[in-house]
């Protein structure tokens, strides 16, 4: 059975909702674990995603179904051995990119937190110094 197609693929949706609806297929910590997993290895087992993720197989299965479903990931199955693969490199920039910039918001947080207790300020946005 073909998986569905993704809510992105309505073609007639203004871009910015289909950019928002793939960011829905990302919008859980397992399924960001598991393309982290998998942008680090050419391709990774069910098995050894259960492990890495300690999840139990129910649980993976539906979070793969929907990385499936947005075409996030592909899936090969070789004897009683199900593998997975990020169906796009660019899964793994868009990881990436998401890395340094949660890096630089922190980094940024850090630094108006600094300030404030240095200054004793109450004000902690990083604009209002």
């Known amino acids: 059975m073909k998986d569905s197609p993704p809510e992105y ?4 949706a203004p871009l ?8 829905k297929g990302l919008a859980h910590p397992v399924r960001i ?3 982290e997993l998998l942008s680090s290895a050419p391709e990774v087992s069910v098995s050894d995603l259960l ?9 993976l299965s539906q979070h793969l ?3 499936r479903r947005y075409r996030l990931v592909k899936s090969e199955r070789r ?26 918001v922190l980094n ?6 600094e300030y404030s207790t240095a200054t004793g300020s109450t004000t902690v946005d990083g604009d209002n110094r």
């Open 9 to 12: 693929a309505d073609f007639r």
């Open 16 to 23: 910015y909702e289909v950019k928002a609806n793939l960011f």
């Open 33 to 35: 674990r598991v393309l």
């Open 51 to 59: 492990t890495a993720t300690g999840l139990e197989a129910s649980h």
């Open 65 to 67: 179904s929907v990385l």
């Open 79 to 104: 004897g009683l051995q199900q593998f997975y693969t990020l169906a796009d490199p660019l899964a793994a920039e868009l990881l990436a990119v998401a890395r340094g910039l949660l890096q630089n």
């Open 108 to 113: 940024a947080t850090k630094e108006d937190l």
